[in-house]
C-alpha cells in the first residue's frame, strides 16, 4: 500500500482565514450572511478591513465562506449521527436526535443557515440564493438515499416514496426550527420531533 505523504500544518495565514470564516458565521448565522455589516464582521473577528480583503477578495466571498462553514457544520453533525448505523429507520431516528438539546438555538446560533440564506437572498442575490439550493439538494439526497437503501434492504415499509420521505422530513424540521426560533423555546421542535419519530416507527418501518 503506497504510504500518503504527511500533512503540512496550516500556515498562519490559513489558520487566520479559518479564524476568521468561524467567527464570521457565527456573526451572519444571526444577522444575516447578507445583512451583517462589515463593521461587525470586523468587530467580531477582530480583524481590520484591509487585513479582511487580504484573505478575500470581497465582502461576497466572505459570506459565501461563512455560509459554507456553517452548513458543513450541520452535515458533520448529520455524518456522526448515523455513523456506525446500518438500518435505515435507525438512520432516520438518529438525524432527529442529533437535534436534541433543551435550547432555542437550533441547530446552530441563529437558526438553519440554508433557510436563514435562502429567505434573505430571495430576489436579492442570485448567488447566495444558489448555494442554498444547493445545500438543501444536498440535505435532501443524504435522506432521499438513506430511504432508497432502506428499501432495497427491505429496512423500509414496500411502497414508501423516498422523495416524499425527503420532503416531509426537510419540510418538518425547517418549519420547527423556525418556530422554536420565532418562540425562544423548544417546544416546537421537541413536538414535531415526537410526530417524526412515529412516523419512522409506523408508517416507515415494516411492521
Known amino acids: ?67 459554507d462553514h456553517a452548513v458543513g457544520q450541520i452535515r458533520d453533525r448529520f455524518l456522526a449521527a448515523i455513523d456506525g448505523k446500518a438500518d435505515a429507520c435507525e438512520r432516520l431516528l438518529a438525524l432527529l436526535a442529533s437535534y436534541d438539546g433543551d435550547t432555542a438555538e437550533l441547530p446552530l446560533p441563529g437558526g438553519c443557515p440554508i433557510m436563514n440564506s435562502a429567505i434573505e437572498s430571495d430576489h436579492a442575490d ?46 418538518s424540521i425547517e418549519g420547527a426550527v423556525m418556530l422554536t426560533h420565532l418562540h425562544g423555546d423548544a417546544w416546537p421542535w421537541r413536538a414535531v420531533r415526537r410526530h417524526l419519530a412515529s412516523y419512522v416507527e409506523h408508517e416507515l418501518r415494516p411492521q
Do not use: C
Open 1 to 67: 500500500m503506497a504510504e500518503h505523504p504527511p500533512t503540512s500544518p496550516p500556515t498562519k495565514g490559513e489558520r487566520t482565514r479559518a479564524e476568521i470564516v468561524r467567527k464570521s458565521a457565527e456573526l451572519m448565522n444571526r444577522q444575516g450572511f447578507l445583512a451583517a455589516p462589515l463593521s461587525a464582521v470586523i468587530e467580531a473577528t477582530g480583524i481590520q478591513k484591509g487585513g479582511l480583503y487580504r484573505h478575500f477578495d470581497s465582502r461576497e466571498a466572505l459570506a459565501h465562506a461563512a455560509f
Open 126 to 171: 442570485e448567488a447566495m440564493r444558489q448555494k442554498a439550493r444547493e445545500a438543501m439538494s444536498a440535505w435532501h439526497e443524504m435522506l432521499r438515499r438513506i430511504v432508497s437503501a432502506g428499501l432495497r434492504d427491505r429496512q423500509i415499509r414496500p411502497g414508501v416514496s423516498a422523495q416524499e420521505v425527503a420532503t416531509v422530513f426537510i419540510a
